[in-house]
């Protein structure tokens, strides 16, 4: 199985900045697309960011010009620098990661895994 572990959450003043982290480990062949997601109370899970492993990524419109998702293929890591917080940002953030588990090609099975979630709150 892959694990997935987030930091970085926390309380931030509107206005503020914080940087998420995620961790991938486990016996991991590829990862195709690892991203960001996030919940908050009385509302359904939500795409906040995501890349794929050639680059490309998307974005929430609520997100788009404030949070930046990056990568580090080699540490199997995802980030999330969020800027200008506000308020309604507020909610638990949860890294999700999807490929290949396996030591070779030939003996690889798709995966999908996500993190238990890191609180991020935003008030005064």
């Known amino acids: 199985q892959v694990q997935l572990v987030e930091s970085g959450g926390g309380l931030v003043q509107p206005g503020g900045s914080l940087r998420l982290s995620c961790a991938a480990s486990?016996?991991?062949?590829?990862?195709?697309?690892m991203g960001w997601y996030r919940q908050a109370p009385g509302k359904q899970r939500e795409l906040v960011a995501s890349m794929a492993s050639g680059g490309s990524t998307n974005y929430a419109d609520s997100v788009k010009g404030r949070f930046t998702i990056s990568r580090d293929n080699a540490k199997w890591m995802v980030y999330l620098q969020m800027n200008s917080l506000k308020p309604e940002d507020t909610a638990v953030y949860y890294c999700n990661a999807e490929g290949l588990l396996g030591r070779t090609m030939a003996l690889s099975r798709p995966f999908g895994s996500w993190g238990p979630g890191t609180q991020v709150t935003v008030s005064s």
């Open positions: 486990g016996r991991i062949f590829s990862i195709n697309t």
